[in-house]
């Protein structure tokens, strides 16, 4: 592990199951959405050092999903940012942008894939309130 350079804010611990297919479809498939921005913004709010965006991700899902790949570039890029986060927090990047853009096609896979991939990097800091302040790596 390499030493502490900055700190962000400890992103939420979620079960993966419930995110892909318990959650979206009690709400009808809304809850998708919200999980897809949450997941960006507490991105943002973990390593301010990088550029990521909040809404926008979201957006591109809700209003071009009948581009089919406008959503396929923005998980795909999801991905890349999810292996930023993880090498932000001192661990091995393990998420594999291919890999979730692949899992789009088989039963939408790739939710589950992205949150067991964030999971990891809640997990790293141990049992922390989402929000709290924790340190980075370089």
């Not at 030493?3 to 297919?21: C, D, E, H, Q, Y």
């Not at 991105?43 to 591109?60: K, S």
């Amino acid at each position: 592990m390499t030493a502490p350079v900055a700190s962000g804010l400890a992103m939420k611990t979620r079960n993966p199951f419930a995110v892909w297919i318990g959650l979206p479809l009690i709400t009808l498939g809304i809850y998708h959405f919200v999980w897809y921005y949450k997941i960006h913004r507490e991105m943002a709010e973990f390593d301010r050092r990088r550029n990521v965006p909040v809404a926008g991700p979201m957006l591109v899902i809700l209003l071009l999903g009948w581009t089919v790949i406008a959503p396929l570039v923005s998980y795909f890029n999801t991905g890349n940012r999810i292996k930023d986060a993880q090498r932000a927090a001192g661990i091995e990047p393990t998420c594999s942008p291919v890999v979730g853009l692949l899992l789009c096609f088989v039963f939408g896979l790739q939710t589950l894939y992205y949150q067991v991939q964030l999971d990891k990097i809640t997990a790293h800091y141990g049992p922390v309130e989402p929000g709290t302040v924790v340190a980075l790596a370089a």
